[in-house]
């Protein structure tokens, strides 16, 4: 069974920068649409950023022009660079992805998630 595996997150103070990434371990026929997601405390899971396997990404308004999300189709891997950070971003970060296994059935798929944690 493939997992996502997240690293990258931390204690950062407010306006410095993390970089999050998100690796799938084992076999797998391909991979579509690949996101990032936060959920803070006492909130709902929400979405950060996602990009497609063309290169096509959508960003949440309160992170954009701070977040770049990027894509590696080689290593089927991506990537949140986090520019800007402030203490609202707090969260923790799950990845996800769009899996499709050998039989072509497309399945969603999360990390176990990594904590971003931004003081003031």
């Known amino acids: 069974q493939v997992q996502l595996v997240e690293s990258g997150g931390g204690l950062v103070q407010a306006g410095g920068s993390l970089r999050l990434s998100c690796v799938p371990s084992?076999?797998?026929?391909?991979?579509?649409?690949m996101g990032w997601y936060r959920q803070a405390p006492g909130k709902e899971r929400e979405l950060v950023a996602r990009?497609?396997?063309?290169?096509?990404?959508n960003y949440a308004d309160s992170v954009k022009g701070r977040f770049s999300i990027s894509r590696d189709n080689f290593k089927d891997s991506i990537y949140l660079q986090m520019n800007s950070l402030k203490p609202e971003d707090t969260a923790v970060y799950y990845c996800?992805?769009?899996?499709?296994?050998?039989?072509?059935?497309?399945?969603?798929?999360w990390g176990q998630g990594t904590q971003v944690t931004v003081s003031s």
């Open positions: 996800n992805a769009v899996l499709v296994d050998y039989g072509r059935r497309q399945y969603d798929s």
């Open positions: 084992g076999v797998i026929f391909s991979i579509n649409d």
């Open positions: 990009i497609s396997r063309g290169g096509r990404t």
